[in-house]
């Protein structure tokens, strides 16, 4: 049976080289790190995860915690931690909490606090100080991502500034009556998401001196069935139709797009439609979209774990980092059908 030391024989380094370049602890040069991964490639070596667990304390495990999975941001979020892991040498872990509402307690008093997974990423989802100490008396290394925790190293974006930056879009292009397809304020999701893109959609419209017209606030699910109903209800009667839409998210406004559609009406010479998110499907349906990278927020929040599972300087701070956004304009928005007739 290979072991650890024929490895190192092979590679020509010792037997704590090769533990610290296929356990990823420790610093080892590139170029030697690629020699013991040839030569234990070349063998047939693999790190016996039990060994490597009674040696380090750790399981090489990384717990994710979810919502829920039918949506393309979260399975985008894990589809990036998932490739990063990997490259660190870590399994993942899913826990999904869309099913009752003892789901998440279960998951916070009793599977997170065993020890098998050695950190916690929480996605969108607004921690209580009790679920975070918890985690934090264990030892275990936290990130969240959607938005502030206190007490806990955190990712988000700027929902209110995406969705001012996807109306103050329209609004360059001469749109006045500019609708917005959002979440439901009275269903408020973590971190108050539904609340803080209206805010944006809102405060992009005064800054402009624009009438903010709450009858062309039409909430939604963030499903593609769901924009493509409130869609309908927003478009079916001519004298409120607004000339242009913002949608809170890029499922939505394919949605909405398809409701166009079948209302007779053309995208973008009747009607301009912005989403967010940069969904992969945006590109095929031509959708202008404010881009949020969800797998780039899974990989930066594995960094951000490795680095403390590492070893904490114990100097920083949790902090909640600001991610970038970014504007992606393709077919679906253009000048209001007037105002191109009239310069022709």
Known sequence: MVGIDDVARLAGVSTATVSRALSGRGHVAAATRAKVEAAA?????VVSASASSL???RMRNIGVVVPFLKSWFYTSVLEGAQRRLMQHGY?????????????RETVFDTF???QRVDAVIAVSLE?????????????????GVGGP???VTTLSIDDVGVTRLATEHLLSLGHTVIGHIGGDVDAEMSFHMPSNRRQGWEAALRHAGVEVRPELYFPAVFTLESGYAAAKQMLGDPRLRPTAIVVASDEMAI????????????????????GIDDHELAPFFG??????????QGERAVELLMRELEGPSGDDEPQNLQLPFDLVVRSSTARPRGERDANG
């Open 149 to 151: 925790i206190p007490g």
């Open 55 to 57: 040696a380090t304390g």
């Open 287 to 296: 959708l202008t979209t404010v881009a949020q990278h969800p797998e780039q």
């Open 41 to 45: 490639s070349e063998l047939g070596y």
């Open 127 to 143: 921690l209580s100080a009790v679920e975070v100490d918890s985690l934090h008396a264990l030892g275990k290394p936290l990130v």
């Open 91 to 103: 399994d993942l872990t899913l826990y999904n909490l869309s099913g009752d509402a003892n789901e």
């Open 255 to 274: 949605g909405a797009m398809l409701a166009a559609r079948d209302m007779g009406l053309d995208v973008p010479r009747d009607l301009s439609i912005v």
């Open 112 to 114: 997170l606090l065993r």
